[in-house]
């Protein structure tokens, strides 16, 4: 293992000491103790034995071997430490006190060495037991030779429960001596420890972050506490260098800016690329997002708005005048800061909260010609204002150079504005916006029939603007000051159409309680509008048709003819020829009723009027909500463009006051448009495939031929080609005659 900190290998080297000295320790004691053990085990034993040799003496002698039998059985039941006693005399033995006989190995192995001590000698048994054997000559050999042994069981537990209780001591005191080693190196090394650290941080330049924590007064304290001064000298001056190359990269950065600025700013054409261009900026400069430009134009009763997102137009004169007394005090030579109050009293919060969000204090920096003023830089600063009067002054001076251009900008703008104005006006006829000229043909024939009093046929489908045509031909005819009635024939049931036509008598029917006017009668002198005249059952067709005729009726259960002065017009999303071919509505009525026939084209067939429709509903219900509202989206028009408006110019509007509800910003983005248009639309753009040009190629090659009976002369010479080139395409597009 590699020991790389200071900490461990002292820690290892004072373990590996203690330890080393426990175990030694434990080693000496242990063993001087065992020979203690030993010792005075061989005093017992050579005690014991005399003893026992002086009593055997002089049974062996009177030979009296019973008593000397018993006299051995005594001692090893007295002496615990006995395991074995016998004696032996002239090869013969005279007493012992082994069950089963004494081992054949142990009579030969341990004679007395002298005739008046005992002889010591350690055995081991068979089963691996240790014993003291003793061999004392009795009554100097002439009685005999007294032979016993020892257990040294005894004595080796002993000497383990000894080992055990040095290594358990050892164990603690290096427990103890490891703790304390520790503690002691560890208040040693911490210092050079944090010192270290610091080193490896400032190494990798984390110079903020590096202390060392300066602990008494000895050679590593007085190294830690130089260390951090070195430290703090160093972050100074590294601070100072920072400063000095942000101050030198901003200079720069803002130089660049400026020429950038004003020489890109020349190329931009329209007011709104030259706000967000500026907005855009200006931000990287003042370090501020919450920014808005406000301009004049020159009779000063509109005011521009300018951000990075949108442009905006405001002419609200009461608030434009504040805004220039702001603008054309003294005060607001450089730049002038506003707090919250002051903003208010000026509404200035009021005319930016589309743009931007409420701030605590608004910097205002007045731009333009030094005689006359052309507008306003607003920075709404939240909290404290933060921005840099150098940076603020850069930024007045970049857009007193961009003034001519600025102005310029505001010029086109309003011309453009002026135009689109007047083109939308021109295009609205009667309440009816349209340029295409199918409906500026539907116009004209409004105008010419309009004096009249012939009947009317309006068709078309649903939502085209059937019931417009008609009050605009009776606005356009000498009875625009009389009555216009409008009769929804598909609103009522047969039974109670005729009463509501022509009027009933009291007691003409169940219900019928009193007298009723009919819709005729009540537009006498004026105009009535049949809407969904094919939804008209052939029992009221023959009334209507007398009306017609002789512009007089009865009402329902009454005898008097009543005469009456009014102009039909009818309306119908039917093809009534069709009804007429099928017997559902009656020939005469047809041709009586279709004197003028106008047909309505749908909204799919003069798209170029989608534009036009779309920004006039965006108009109406955008002052309906009260919302400020410009324009669509790029992508949003294409949406509107693309659908193929089965509801027509009904659909178109219910569509814009859909997104006018739901929307955010100053444009219309297709996630407010309805979900049913965006859907059509992604369906229609994955199913439609536009064939290739060598699919046209080869379709027309074989509808020629086919048409030509593949007689290659005829065929390339409608085709304006030769007939070798014409060998060679039918061999390209591997065209076959079919069988």
């Not at 701030?359 to 840099?388: I, K």
């Not at 046929?457 to 045509?469: A, F, W, Y």
């Not at 994955?686 to 090659?701: D, F, G, I, K, Q």
Request: with cysteine; hydrophobic share 40%; aromatic share 6%.
């Amino acid at each position: 293992m590699h020991l790389r900190s200071l900490k461990s290998k002292l820690l290892v080297g004072v373990s590996a000491l203690v330890i080393c000295s426990g175990v030694l320790i434990s080693f000496l004691v242990s063993h001087q103790y065992s020979e203690s053990l030993l010792t005075a085990l061989n005093a017992q034993a050579e005690y014991l034995t005399s003893a026992i040799a002086l009593q055997a003496a002089d049974m062996v002698l009177t030979n009296d071997l019973v008593a000397l039998q018993k006299m051995l059985d005594q001692q090893l039941n007295s002496n615990p430490s006995l395991s074995y006693l016998f004696i032996e005399k002239d090869g013969r033995t005279l007493a012992d006190t082994f069950a089963d006989g004494i081992p054949v190995d142990l009579l030969n192995a341990n004679e007395p060495k002298s005739v008046s001590q005992p002889n010591a000698l350690q055995i081991v048994s068979t089963t691996g037991e240790h014993y003291l054997d003793m061999a004392m000559p009795i009554f100097d050999g002439k009685a005999g030779t007294l032979r016993l042994g020892f257990s040294e069981q005894p004595y080796r537990q002993e000497v383990k429960r000894l080992w055990l209780k040095m290594i358990l001591f050892t164990f603690g005191i290096l427990m103890m001596a490891l703790a304390g080693s520790l503690l002691f190196i560890k208040r040693i090394t911490e210092p050079l420890g944090e010192l270290a650290r610091a080193v490896d941080k400032l190494d990798h330049g984390e110079l903020d972050t590096v202390q060392v924590g300066v602990r008494g007064r000895d050679e590593v304290g007085v190294l830690a506490e130089s260390f951090n001064h070195m430290l703090t000298n160093l972050n100074r001056y590294t601070r100072r260098l920072e400063e000095q190359t942000m101050e030198l990269e901003r200079a720069h950065q803002q130089t660049r800016t400026f020429c950038g600025i004003v020489q890109e700013i020349g190329a931009l054409q329209t007011l709104r690329e030259i706000g967000r261009f500026l907005v855009k900026r200006f931000s990287s400069i003042v370090n501020s997002e919450q920014m808005l430009i406000m301009i004049y134009n020159e009779p000063k009763d509109t005011l521009f708005f300018l951000s990075e997102k949108e442009t905006r137009a405001l002419k609200e004169p009461e608030l434009i005048q504040k805004l220039l007394t702001l603008v054309e005090s003294p005060s607001s030579e450089e730049s002038l800061m506003l707090t919250q109050n002051e903003a208010k009293a000026l509404s200035i919060p009021d005319l930016i909260a589309p743009h931007l969000k409420p701030a605590d204090r608004y910097l205002m920096v007045p731009f333009g010609h030094p005689e006359r003023s052309l507008g306003l830089l607003c920075v709404a600063c939240a909290g404290q204002c933060r921005c840099n009067p150098e940076e603020v002054k850069l930024t007045r001076l970049m857009l007193n150079h961009a003034a001519p251009v600025i102005k310029r900008a505001v010029s086109h703008e309003e011309e453009v504005r002026d135009l689109q104005c007047r083109l939308e006006s021109s295009a609205e006829f009667c309440g009816m916006v349209a340029r295409d000229p199918k409906m500026q043909v539907v116009f004209r024939l409004i105008e010419d029939i309009a004096p009249t009093d012939a009947s009317v046929l309006i068709q078309g489908e649903s939502g085209t603007g059937k019931e417009l045509v008609a009050r605009a031909i009776h606005q356009l005819s000498p009875r625009n000051d009389k009555p216009f009635i409008i009769i929804n024939c598909s609103a009522y049931p047969a039974s109670l159409l005729e009463s509501e036509l022509f009027g009933h008598e009291k007691g003409a029917f169940t219900g019928a309680i009193r007298l009723k006017s009919g819709r005729f009668e009540l537009a006498d002198g004026g105009t009535v509008f049949l809407d969904e005249i094919g939804e008209i059952p052939p029992s009221a067709q023959i009334k209507l048709l007398r009306v017609l005729q002789t512009q007089e009726f009865e009402r329902v259960g009454g005898e008097k003819t009543l005469a009456v002065d009014v102009r039909i017009l009818a309306a119908t999303n039917k093809n009534l020829l069709e009804e007429v071919k099928k017997g559902d509505f009656r020939e005469d009525l047809y041709y009586r009723l279709g004197v003028i026939p106008i047909l309505l084209p749908p909204l799919r067939e003069r798209s170029n009027d989608i534009p036009l429709l779309a920004r006039h509903f965006l108009n109406h219900f955008a002052r309906v909500h009260g919302k400020s509202i410009e324009s669509f989206g790029s992508d949003a028009m294409r949406l509107l463009l693309d659908h193929p408006w089965p509801g027509n110019v009904r659909e178109l509007e219910n569509t814009i006051e859909h997104a006018v509800v739901l929307a955010k910003g100053a444009h219309i983005e297709p996630a407010e448009l309805p979900v049913v248009l965006r859907s059509s639309s992604t369906a229609s753009s994955e199913t439609s495939t536009v064939p290739t040009m060598a699919e046209h190629e080869s379709e027309l090659l074989q509808r020629v031929l086919d048409e030509c009976a593949w007689n290659k002369k005829e065929t390339a010479q409608r085709l304006g080609i030769s007939r070798n080139t014409l060998y060679n395409k039918i061999k390209k597009y591997r065209i076959r005659q079919s069988s």
